[in-house]
């Protein structure tokens, strides 16, 4: 192989406007896990830049949680499967896969010995189970509502109790084990019950909902103690509840914007955060999850709708630290001359990212509505994106400068050009100068679909779903070649000395083109993706290059050895769509699975 992975730096929590979003910490207090795509990833709480990475799902997963031994998780998928696997091992084995309901999986809890779970979710025969998490056993059922399961909570303490809250607006109290169903409560929530949970002592349990109602029951006899009113109740739908390990307070996450901690005895509320702009409401500050942490310190942490995490600690005002990153898959990544990294993703986020601490910042300023397509370096750091405009910015400092340029068209791909930007949209190539005006530009009467440019060739290369490649002079844009392919080119990146062109196509294979002697082919034994290019990126000394593709492969090949190559399998989750060099054997990749990953590279 000899390409050895060196981090990963993981996506944030994708939330759901106007619905629960679970996390989870292991007893310890350094981990937290959340999903992400088809993939759950646990992630340092430190050293946020410190994750790991599961990929056993093939669908969707909702929520993931430590077992109380916090020597496995539990995640559950929207097909209804339920994983079991094994979190303190390197290979992350999974240690048993049950199907569940037919239908998402919304939430999951653990008993206190760490071998029963209850999950819960959108099935069409029932809305929850319980199993063992070695052998998928039934221990019971989970009956008496009528809708979607929201949330499951289970009392750590035997005699085992556990409580549901269900888009039906009830809670169901069960007694275990094996659990089976004593009473339900009805008439009290007035919209979706979202959210329960037992204090970790078991003497309490507590529900909250979209009527913005937080009810407190016994936590052994399932009896409704009292409603938390007055002062200090929230004014939006209440998304997640987590306990103090001294089962003395709770804190709870709402849509108002806020997080806010209550005291069990006086019943009141004792500590507020405010996230977002004041006087005016902000969607992606809606706060959508909460877990507090058995930490010394009493750390708490809070998702925001925008994948932020929010550190909190009573003692301060505001969050001690904010996580930030991507939610979804990365489009575009580019480092600069000044080893600063540069990612895009399919909502337009645009975030620069210290390498040395693997932490991200999103960049200032308006940003892309939709896709980032790519980047590229001159005096400032250029991106094009479907929203179909043309911004810049500062790459010292992660700020848009200047206002946005209309492309006219949707951008296809984007380059380098000396001083000058080259941008390919669905109808035309255009040549815009430092300033944005446009210097040349030339109609196009084909499909295109990549593009790349050599100020040192003094070409401009642009694939069609023509199966042709052709060759435009940058002085004028006139064409000056077409070469011709078996496949569609689908990326298409010049060496840095100008020399070479290497251009990947639509089945896998790559062909190493020879500048000087018009384009003349000097290797096409590069064949070793299964699927499409997706991104391919050279070295400064222009040896070697980096392949990413829709086969999660990542490649590294030499142009003097060309049967020679470096490989890794499997590297993203979904594929690979952008890649690039950190240094002269470091390579970095972004993938569909949000994650960011470094590797060591050895090159062949």
Request: hydrophobic share 35%; net charge negative.
């Amino acid at each position: 192989m000899s390409i050895t992975q060196l981090s990963t730096y993981a996506p944030q929590p994708l939330g759901v406007r106007a619905s629960p979003t679970q996390l989870s910490v292991d007893p310890k207090g350094e981990r937290l896990v959340y999903a992400s795509g088809k993939s759950v990833f646990i992630r340092s709480i430190d050293d946020p830049s410190s994750s790991r990475q599961y990929t056993g799902h093939t669908a969707v997963v909702n929520v993931a949680r430590f077992s109380p031994s916090g020597y496995y998780v539990a995640s559950g998928d929207s097909s209804g499967m339920l994983r079991v696997w094994d979190c303190a091992g390197e290979d992350m084995n999974t240690k048993g896969e049950f199907p569940i309901i037919s239908g998402p999986i919304k939430d999951l809890a653990w008993d206190g010995e760490s071998k029963r779970i209850i999950a819960v979710g959108d099935g069409k025969e029932k809305y929850g189970a319980c199993v063992t998490f070695d052998t998928g056993n039934s221990v019971g059922e989970i009956t008496g509502q009528s809708s979607v399961i929201n949330s499951v909570s289970i009392r750590q303490q035997r005699p085992y109790r556990a409580a549901t809250a269900s888009d039906d607006q009830t809670l169901v109290f069960f007694h275990g084990a094996p659990f089976k169903y004593e009473k339900q409560h009805s008439g009290l929530h007035t919209g979706f019950a979202h959210a329960v949970a037992f204090s970790p002592d078991g003497a309490y349990f507590v529900s909250g909902g979209a009527d913005r109602k937080i009810f407190l029951f016994d936590g052994k006899t399932g009896e409704l103690i009292s409603e938390i009113t007055g002062e200090g109740s929230h004014r939006g739908s209440i998304m997640s509840i987590s306990w103090s390990p001294d089962s003395k307070k709770f804190v709870t996450a709402s849509a108002d914007q806020t997080v806010k901690i209550w005291d069990v005895e006086s019943k009141t509320n004792i500590k507020t955060w405010k996230f977002g702009p004041e006087g005016s409401p902000s969607i992606p500050d809606h706060q959508v999850g909460i877990v507090w942490t058995s930490r010394t310190d009493g750390l708490i942490i809070s998702l925001s709708l925008s994948g932020d995490l929010n550190y909190l600690n009573e003692s301060s005002d505001s969050p001690t630290r904010v996580v930030s990153g991507h939610q979804g898959s990365i489009t575009a990544l580019a480092i600069t001359k000044s080893k600063t990294l540069f990612t895009g993703s399919f909502d337009g986020r645009v975030c620069r990212w210290d390498l040395s601490k693997g932490l991200a910042t999103i960049a200032e300023g308006e940003p892309h509505t939709n896709n980032v397509v790519g980047f590229a370096e001159t005096s400032s750091l250029a991106s094009v994106a479907w929203d179909d405009k043309l911004r810049h910015l500062d790459s010292n400092v992660g700020l848009y400068t200047g206002s946005a340029v209309s492309t006219d068209a949707q951008p296809k791909g984007i380059a380098t050009l000396g001083d000058n930007t080259v941008v390919l949209t669905e109808t035309e190539l255009r040549i815009y100068s430092p300033t944005s005006v446009i210097v040349h530009s030339v109609p196009l009467d084909f499909t295109p679909i990549a593009v790349d440019a050599s100020s040192s060739a003094g070409h401009i290369a642009v694939s069609g779903r023509d199966n042709k490649t052709r060759i435009f002079d940058t002085s004028s844009l006139t064409l000056k070649q077409t070469l011709n392919s078996n496949r569609e080119v689908t990326s298409l990146s010049y060496s840095p000395s100008g020399a070479y062109l290497a251009a990947g196509e639509s089945g896998g294979k790559i062909t190493l083109h020879a500048v000087t002697t018009e384009y003349s082919v000097t290797t096409s034994r590069w064949a070793f993706h299964t699927a499409r290019v997706e991104s391919i990126a050279w070295n400064e000394a222009s040896t070697h290059v980096v392949t990413g593709g829709l086969d999660c492969g990542l490649f590294v090949y030499s142009v003097e050895r060309p049967i020679k190559n470096r490989k890794t399998r499997n590297a993203h989750e979904g594929g690979i769509n952008a890649v690039a060099w950190e240094s002269e054997d470091t390579v970095v990749s972004g993938g569909r699975d949000g994650a960011v990953k470094r590797w060591k590279v050895d090159l062949p």
